[in-house]
């Protein structure tokens, strides 16, 4: 049963370009959820998301960040026209069934550089 | 608003020595209390999940106690190794997981 997937691992954009995060769940669990470090800093909240629902969006910047996780394929995380300071280590954890009772299993991050 | 505060922010210490990190939480009305470890560069390793109905969890070398009424936790490692040197983090679940700040630790030879 592989871990909890996100690619890609580094990702390099200039200001203004789109980046796409990726997270593949671990098998069998239907919760995703989406948290940022900023260099130095410690991990916070994004998004939370089921199958096809967002369900706790609480952390995600008001403009320019959107989530998803449809019913085939990856939860994606979509950075539009990014800015330097979306420069952070973006993190992906997964969990079988309701929010968060049970073990929390993170990905390897993908480290997102805006130049 | 629950917040997680984790102290020492950083700790240096010989090869051998047995460790205390702290974390404390605002709000005890939570699921279970998860420590992580961070190496430079690197995602999550879960290392303890202690339920709220818990008190302690043990691994190896690694022990972790949860006291839900005073809203502390503690992660206490035995005989510290160089090869445990990585920055500790303690989080809370409730209906997400609240990360603390984490605690940089060097086990120096």
């Known amino acids: 049963n592989a871990g909890v997937m996100q690619n890609p691992r580094h990702l390099v954009r200039r200001r203004g370009q789109e980046a796409r995060l990726r997270c593949s769940p671990m098998?069998?669990?239907?919760?995703v959820y989406w948290y940022r470090q900023l260099p130095e800093e410690g991990l916070k909240f994004m998004v939370y998301?089921?199958?096809?629902?967002?369900?706790?969006e609480s952390g995600m910047p008001k403009e320019r960040f959107s989530a998803e996780f449809p019913k085939e394929g990856p939860s994606i995380l979509r950075i539009q026209q990014v800015v330097r300071g979306d420069s952070a280590a973006y993190f992906c954890?997964?969990?079988?069934?309701?929010?968060?009772?049970?073990?929390?299993?993170f990905g390897q991050g993908t480290r997102l550089t805006v130049v | 608003k629950q917040e997680v505060t984790q102290i020492p922010a950083a700790l240096s210490v010989p090869e051998g020595e047995n460790l205390v990190l702290n974390c404390s939480f605002t709000?005890?009305?939570?699921?279970?209390l998860q420590w992580f470890r961070q190496d430079p560069g690197k995602g999550l390793t879960s290392l303890l999940l202690?339920?709220?109905?818990?008190r302690e969890q043990t691994s190896g070398r690694l022990n972790a106690s949860l006291d839900k009424s005073s809203g502390r936790s503690t992660l206490y490692i035995a005989a510290s190794q160089p090869g445990d040197s990585a920055t500790y983090l303690c989080?809370?679940?409730?209906?997400?997981?609240?990360f603390g700040t984490g605690t940089r630790l060097q086990v120096f030879p």
């Open positions: 954890a997964s969990s079988p069934t309701t929010a968060f009772g049970t073990e929390a299993f």
């Open positions: 098998k069998g669990h239907s919760h």
């Open positions: 998301l089921q199958k096809e629902n967002i369900i706790d």
């Open positions: 709000d005890s009305a939570i699921y279970n």
């Open positions: 202690i339920q709220s109905s818990q």
């Open positions: 989080a809370v679940s409730t209906d997400k997981l609240i």
